[in-house]
């Protein structure tokens, strides 16, 4: 499960980087989430930085979930 989580946390950061990469390289932040979610569009840079902040925290919850069930390391 940790392990599980804890790539789910990696997907949003790489998405949400991947959005402010492109941003400032293209003048687009486009992702594959991004493109998914028509909601997002004319939103994309906040988006991005959103994923990357909800990936690391997704991210830092998995470690938390690995410790509450003596998987830590």
């Known amino acids: 499960m940790k392990h599980?989580?804890?790539f789910i946390g990696f997907v949003l950061t790489a998405q949400g980087v991947?959005?402010?990469a492109t941003y400032l390289l293209t003048g687009e932040a486009?992702?594959?989430l991004l493109k998914r979610i028509e909601v997002?569009?004319?939103h994309e840079v906040f988006a991005g930085i959103v994923l990357v902040v909800?990936?690391?925290?997704v991210m830092a919850a998995s470690?938390?979930?690995?410790?509450?069930r003596g998987?830590?390391?």
């Open 4 to 6: 599980l989580i804890a």
């Open 18 to 20: 991947i959005a402010l």
């Open 30 to 32: 486009r992702s594959f």
């Open 40 to 42: 997002l569009h004319g």
């Open 54 to 57: 909800l990936g690391v925290a």
């Open 63 to 68: 470690d938390a979930v690995g410790r509450g």
């Open 71 to 73: 998987e830590g390391h």
